[in-house]
């Protein structure tokens, strides 16, 4: 069964996965010890990803596949038909900027889908991001949440701007489908309802 769950004016449902998602080859990127526990940096602004990486990833010649954000920068102008036909998406991880997509691609609107990709579900970027993709650069088409999605955050993503939710292999769709139900009337404004709970009720004195 398929792990992705869609948005269709406000109905979810479990659906087919249409776009294959292009990896990054494996690298040596360094590892650092940080409080005790291995981590890999990602927030001091030095690039994880190398050209080697970039020039060896292979993009399929046909088909709707969505790439990562550095080989999209880098590769824009030999996928520029493709582009065009609606055949391309891009993915970018948390620790990436949007203002580095935004200047290679000023019309995010011709990307038929952007996936916001989160390596631990701790990282609450991943709201962020989406919540600008949706307000300051007004995308308007398919935003899917990748990596470590948790069931309990599906209803907080959908209120960020996520149209899709492609879980991990490990984790059920059809349990992750209740849960964008937890919730019936959200008090605080978000991006799919701006206006907060006190300006779409009359409360009669």
């Known amino acids: 069964m398929s792990n992705l769950i869609q948005l269709n004016d406000n109905t979810a449902e479990i659906a087919e996965n249409t776009w294959l998602t292009v990896q990054l080859p494996a690298s040596n990127v360094e590892a650092r010890k940080q409080a005790g526990k ?4 990602k927030l001091t602004g030095e690039e994880t990803v190398t050209d080697t990486q970039i020039a060896d990833t292979v993009i399929p010649a046909t088909g709707k596949v969505i790439v990562p954000l550095s080989v999209f920068i880098a590769r824009k102008e030999t996928l520029s ?6 055949e ?4 970018l991880d948390t620790h990436e900027l ?16 952007i996936a916001v990709h989160v390596e631990r579900f701790a990282d609450g970027r991943i709201f962020s991001l989406g919540t600008l993709l949706r307000t300051r650069y007004g995308f308007k088409n398919e935003l899917r949440a990748t990596g470590d999605v948790l ?3 599906l209803f907080f993503l959908k ?3 996520f149209s899709s939710f492609l879980l991990r292999a490990d984790r059920s769709a059809v349990e992750a489908l209740a849960s964008l139900n937890d919730f019936t ?6 991006v799919d309802e701006p206006r907060p709970v006190f300006t779409r009720y009359n409360r009669a004195s």
């Open 38 to 41: 291995v981590v890999l940096f």
């Open 81 to 86: 038909a493709r582009i065009a036909n609606g």
């Open 88 to 91: 391309i998406g891009v993915w």
């Open 98 to 113: 949007l203002a580095d997509l935004v200047s290679h691609q000023p019309d995010l609107n011709a990307l038929p889908i």
């Open 151 to 153: 069931r309990d955050q």
């Open 159 to 161: 209120r960020s701007g």
């Open 185 to 190: 009337v959200p008090y605080q404004g978000a």
